[in-house]
Structure formats: C-alpha cells, structure tokens
C-alpha cells in the first residue's frame, strides 16, 4: 500500500490557478504510475489526469486537456497536478491515486486500477 497526503486545494477566481501536491510513502514511488481524480457530490469520481511509473507519459480527460499538467518528483516522491485557466466546473474535491499495476506502461487509466488513495482536497473556482 502506499499512503497519500493531498495538499493545495482552496478557493480561486475562475481563470486563476492553483497547484495541488500528493505526497506518498510506503510502497515504492518510481515502479506505479499515479492518477488525479475528481468527484462533486451526488456525481461519480471521473478521471482527470495519470502519469505512468517512468514519467515519460501522460493522459489526460478532454475537459483539462490544454490546462492542466500532472508531474512527478521521484526524490521528493510526490506528484503535482498544476492547474490553470480554471473554470467554475472543475470545482470539485480532487483525489490522488496510486496505480495497482506496477510498471503499467499502458494508456488505460481508471478508477477500479488505483488501490491506494488520498482523502481529498477540496477545489473551489468562483465564477
């Protein structure tokens, strides 16, 4: 398993932008590829974005295409999800996962294949 910790979520004016940060621990960083997830109540978690166990790939849902941009930084084991030109409907709270499969150099990301997960932070975009 690996432990995730989400951080910098808050309240931005639409067309702003915001930095969220995934720190992990435990299992091996650098051998599963990790995802960000979003979620608005009463709705399903949709994928939003997911970086392979390289870092040499990366998917991303048409709504964020163009805007925002998973990284990773092996030595600090932490994965970013930069996000600009924010929009009212990102609002939602945004979810880090570990990918179950190690050394998936695929292009299927989703939910049902990330076992680990963070407990969330919450994305506000005023309109």
């Known amino acids: 398993q690996v432990q995730l910790v989400e951080s910098g979520g808050g309240l931005v004016q639409a067309g702003g932008s915001l930095r969220l940060s995934c720190a992990t621990s435990?299992?091996?960083?650098?051998?599963?590829?990790m995802g960000w997830f979003r979620q608005v109540p009463g709705k399903e978690r949709e994928f939003v974005a997911a970086?392979?166990?390289?870092?040499?790939?990366?998917y991303y849902a048409d709504s964020v295409k163009g805007r925002f941009t998973i990284s990773r930084d092996y030595a600090k084991r932490t994965v970013f999800l930069q996000m600009n030109s924010l929009k009212p409907e990102d609002t939602a709270v945004y979810y880090c996962?570990?990918?179950?499969?190690?050394?998936?150099?695929?292009?299927?990301?989703?939910?049902?294949?990330?076992?680990?997960w963070g407990q969330g932070t919450q994305v506000t975009v005023s309109s």
């Open positions: 996962a570990a990918d179950s499969r190690t050394f998936y150099s695929g292009k299927a990301y989703y939910e049902a294949a990330f076992g680990s």
């Open positions: 435990g299992r091996t960083f650098s051998n599963v590829g």
């Open positions: 970086i392979t166990w390289s870092g040499g790939s990366t």
